[in-house]
């Protein structure tokens, strides 16, 4: 006789698919907290296309990469990444677009929490918000203390 897993078992299933999809090398961009000008290189290195647009307090980079996920990246006046966001079918590598943020990030999705579906994190220094089902991610990543003056987390989408 067959079963039909429960909404328990597929909940437990999401959070190590999301941990493993971050872990996995995919897809690359600017790091957190570091110089837009690697976005150029990494636009290259991917077969990326990229949009440029500015804003009143900052720049957004949005890489549409071949497998379908966009990675924006949000660049104050100081030319420094202080918010990274994703929505797609693949989660990006986020050791690379989390940079020096990441070993952090890994820790703190290590504990437990509530939810299988979407995952919060909020430190001093980084907050991560992501979510998602399978070909269905998004996430955005943030340092509250470098977002520009007039800039809200709404508008890191």
């Known amino acids: 006789m067959r079963t039909v897993p429960s909404a328990i078992n597929v909940k437990k299933c999401v959070f190590p698919v999301l941990l493993i999809a971050a872990l996995s090398p995919r897809i690359a961009a600017a790091a957190l907290g570091e110089p837009e000008t690697s976005v150029q290189t990494e636009m290259a290195r991917l077969h990326a296309s990229i949009a440029v647009s500015e804003h009143a307090n900052y720049r957004l980079h949005e890489l549409h990469l071949t497998s379908g996920t966009v990675v924006r990246e949000f660049a104050g006046s100081d030319g420094k990444v202080f918010a990274v966001a994703w929505s ?3 989660v990006p590598n986020l050791r690379e677009i989390l940079g020096q943020y990441f070993d952090s990030y890994v820790t703190a999705a290590k504990a437990p929490h509530s939810g299988h579906h979407h995952l919060q994190i909020r430190q001093g220094d ?9 070909r269905s991610f998004a996430g955005v990543a943030y340092l509250p203390q470098a977002l520009p003056s007039g800039v809200s987390v709404g508008d890191l989408h």
């Open 88 to 90: 797609g079918p693949a």
């Open 126 to 134: 980084l907050v991560v918000q992501a979510g998602g089902h399978m």
